[in-house]
């Protein structure tokens, strides 16, 4: 799976590296995801000092997005994660049932 990181700010190393992996850990609830978008954004009016965290997984049928804003970037990204896990999980359960 190819992770693409876009931020308007620097990420250090080992924080990226957590973001791939937490990101790659997404394959135990759907193996065909084939890449994932992660973009951090800074403000967006309402609110100037956070940063909005938005999640996209590329996988076969209907793209799968979430996004989250926080005050720290990383956990604006665990908020993003977390919605899009829950989207697999419940994905699979459909599957699952039918």
Partial sequence: MN?????PFTIKSDQESDIINQVKS?????????????FFKIGDG????SVIAEVELRVPGPVIFASSDDKQ???AFSGAINKVKKQLIKAKELRRNN
């Fill in 3 to 7: 992770v693409n990181i876009q931020a």
């Fill in 26 to 38: 997404l394959t135990t609830y759907n193996d065909r995801i084939t890449s994932a978008e992660v």
């Fill in 46 to 49: 309402n609110a100037a000092d």
């Fill in 73 to 75: 970037f990383m956990s």
